[in-house]
């Protein structure tokens, strides 16, 4: 009886299965999805969700428990990277196994395995809702009216200076004019006397 043995054999020794799960774990993680047969796709699985589970959490003894594993420390730097990135709010179900038919050769049952997050098809996420603008001259007609008002803060501000600059220079016009009209006067007054 096989009471409570859930793995899979797969017809294959302890360490072919385990060294074939790896090598699969690690296309997988690579490629993103790879296709195989259903019972492989189940197996493996079980074989790399709890990995993908350690991979939240980066931490040296997580690392080393992934490459046990993995055997392959490329797709080990990929999970903790760029899966883990992806996965870090999801609480399980990282992989989606998706039935393809039977193959030609052996009419195996045949399926597509992909991790969820990187599938743009089945994206579960409602995509952003663009805002729509109902008319640009309302828009653009605050805007204007804020410039103008810069523009005009600007020329307050240049003739202010403008001013600042010409007053001396305008006291000294009327210096200078009053001047002959006191020797005019002066000259007046001389020729009177």
């Known amino acids: 009886m096989r009471h409570g043995k859930k793995v899979a054999h797969l017809g294959r020794t302890n360490t072919h ?3 074939m799960l790896a090598n699969m774990a690690s296309s997988l993680i690579e490629h993103k ?6 019972a492989r796709a189940k197996a493996l699985k079980t074989f790399i969700e709890p990995l993908i ?17 993995l055997r392959n420390k490329y797709a080990v730097t990929e999970l903790f990277r760029t899966v883990s990135e992806k996965i870090g709010d999801r609480p399980g179900g990282y992989t989606r196994i998706i039935k393809l038919g039977n193959r ?6 045949m399926a597509m395995i992909e991790l ?27 805007a204007t009216a804020a410039e103008e008002s810069v ?3 600007e020329t307050t501000d240049s003739v202010a200076e403008v ?15 009053d001047a002959p009209e006191k020797t005019d006067a002066n000259e007046d007054e001389n020729k009177a006397e």
């Open 17 to 19: 299965r385990k060294a």
């Open 33 to 38: 999805r790879i296709n195989t047969t259903v």
């Open 53 to 69: 589970t350690r991979s939240k959490e980066d931490s040296t003894h997580n690392r080393r428990i992934a490459f046990r594993a």
């Open 104 to 109: 030609l050769g052996d009419n195996a049952d």
């Open 116 to 142: 969820v997050d990187f599938n743009e098809v089945y994206e579960t996420a409602k995509p952003k809702k663009k805002s729509r603008r109902r008319s640009r001259k309302k828009e653009s007609a605050p």
């Open 151 to 153: 523009e005009a803060a």
């Open 163 to 177: 001013t600042a600059e010409e007053a001396p220079q305008a006291e000294a016009t009327e210096a200078t004019e």
